[in-house]
């Protein structure tokens, strides 16, 4: 069984559209993560939520948001795309005091 | 706030070659240190990790030792395979308020090795 699976791996989609990218987790951990994967090769934490709190990079568009169903879901929102949302976006879980974090697989976004 | 510098490739080394990546850090606290693989076209992999100063992690012949003194986390590998050629990076996780923060990576190392 994967521990963090995410769909789909690969999303083309045209400019200003809104698309969704899923994750999930059978770890039973309690924090979840997005991060954004740019053309360098540059790992940067977009946000991160457990059952009580959302924490966002303030960096992050507000075209960007996570939704979560319940404790092993953390779902990637984003609306009116554009080119420079182009990435790589990985899913990632940890257990409480965070020594240990799992990643997906990731998801290539492109924008066209 | 954290920061983590790596050294930036690539890096191109003959196989069976000793390997070292620098990695230095500035965190508040006592972060947890990690090293991610990321193979072409793949996800991150845990390579290795160590949650106190003086701690030695290993895993499929690298080794990195997390030097609190010179806030230091060098991966080391004694003789490299073609297989080793992928993305290293260096990451710290600042365990105040419980991991919300996530990971904090380094701009990653491109490590080539040739036959």
């Known amino acids: 069984d994967t521990a963090v699976s995410q769909t789909p791996k690969y999303l083309v989609t045209q400019m200003g559209n809104d698309k969704s990218i899923k994750c999930e987790q059978n770890l039973g951990h309690d924090t979840m993560y997005w991060y954004k994967q740019d053309s360098k090769k540059f790992l940067k934490i977009m946000f991160s939520?457990?059952?009580?709190?959302?924490?966002i990079n303030e960096t992050v568009p507000n075209r960007f948001s996570p939704k979560s169903p319940d404790k092993a879901h953390l779902n990637l929102h984003i609306n009116s795309l554009e080119l420079g949302d182009s990435a790589v976006y990985f899913c990632?879980?940890?257990?409480?005091?965070?020594?240990?974090?799992?990643f997906g697989s990731g998801t290539r976004l492109t924008v066209v | 706030g954290n920061s983590v510098t790596q050294m930036e490739g690539p890096v191109t080394l003959s196989e069976e070659a000793f390997l070292t990546i620098n990695c230095t850090y500035t965190a508040t606290g006592y972060p947890s240190l990690f090293w991610y693989v990321q193979y072409p076209g793949e996800g991150l992999q845990l390579l290795l990790k160590?949650?106190?100063?003086?701690d030695k992690g290993s895993n499929k012949g690298f080794e990195a030792t997390y030097r609190k003194e010179t806030t230091s986390f060098h991966l080391e590998k004694g003789s490299v395979q073609v297989s080793d050629s992928a993305v290293y990076f260096c990451?710290?996780?600042?365990?105040?308020?419980?991991?919300?923060?996530?990971?904090?990576f380094g701009k990653g190392t491109h490590l080539i090795i040739q036959p």
């Open positions: 990632a879980s940890s257990p409480p005091g965070a020594y240990g974090y799992t």
């Open positions: 160590a949650t106190k100063a003086d």
């Open positions: 939520y457990n059952n009580k709190e959302l924490i």
């Open positions: 990451a710290l996780s600042d365990h105040s308020g419980g991991g919300a923060d996530g990971l904090t």
